[in-house]
């Protein structure tokens, strides 16, 4: 997968791809990420981005002209069939369904918006959609940026150590993902769930499920509606509560 990300601080983004995730992706040639900067398409000596907005206000706004260029000359190096995304407040909230939906494209051209905004007329002439990444105001589209495609790294297959980590994690059935636990044993009095080293699979299968359906409805319940529980997830949700019901009332 190609992706392209128009931004004005193109180290922002490069400094991040070096590690982890998406090093590895890198490295391994599941993923190509390269930058366009949109002062490279200013004609005068001051580099000009951005100016002020029409019908006043605070902040400065992109300018259409070197955001517009920036965009064909990082479309021009993605495969066609590609996707053009500005990541915005105004935009459809990231999922992971989103993010799975996206994978299976052959690229991607990112914008990063920085100041005020972008100037409408992009939006209209040059990107395919809007994403947000949640109900908050950064600085700029760069970090946003780096999520999606930090999410998308998990997806190539080869990128992860195990490939069964991007389906056992949160949200990739819609749902939370359960407790971890690793040695020791006990610490500090609390001990690991003895089922997780009791051997038996079905058990721990059961057990894992029941504490993400569990905690997905006491931290996150707008998600089991959209999760469309099944019989066995319902069974379990039931016996999670009747469990936490219990042991509230023990203390």
Avoid at 47 to 64: F, I, Q
Avoid at 180 to 194: F, I, K, N, Q, S
């Amino acid at each position: 997968m190609r992706i392209e990300v128009v931004t004005l601080f193109p180290a922002l983004v490069e400094g991040a791809l070096r590690h982890g995730v998406l090093a590895r992706a890198l490295e391994r040639g599941l993923l190509h990420v390269g930058t366009e900067d949109p002062r490279a398409h200013t004609p005068d000596a001051h580099r000009t981005v951005d100016d002020r907005p029409y019908g006043g206000g605070p902040g400065m706004v992109l300018k259409p002209e070197p955001l517009c260029a920036a965009i064909a000359a990082a479309r021009s190096r993605v495969p066609g069939g590609s996707c053009c995304i500005a990541l915005s407040a105004q935009g459809q909230l990231l999922t992971q369904a989103r993010v799975a939906q996206l994978a299976r494209l052959p690229g991607l051209v990112l914008v990063a918006g920085r100041y005020e905004g972008i100037d409408e007329r992009v939006l209209e002439l040059a990107v395919d959609q809007e994403l947000s990444i949640g109900d908050y105001v950064l600085s700029g589209g760069e970090l946003p940026a780096l999520v999606l495609i930090d999410a998308l790294a998990r997806l190539q297959p080869g990128a992860l150590g195990d490939a069964r980590s991007s389906v056992e994690e949160s949200f990739a059935e819609g749902l939370l993902d359960w407790p971890h636990y690793t040695r020791p044993e006990d610490y500090l009095g609390h001990r690991v769930p003895a089922v997780l080293s009791s051997g038996d699979h079905a058990a721990i299968r059961r057990w894992r499920l029941k504490q993400s359906v569990g905690r997905t409805w006491l931290r996150r319940p707008e998600l089991i509606g959209r999760a469309a529980l099944d019989a066995e997830r319902r069974d379990l949700l039931e016996e999670f509560l009747t469990e936490q019901s219990e042991s509230a009332a023990k203390t």
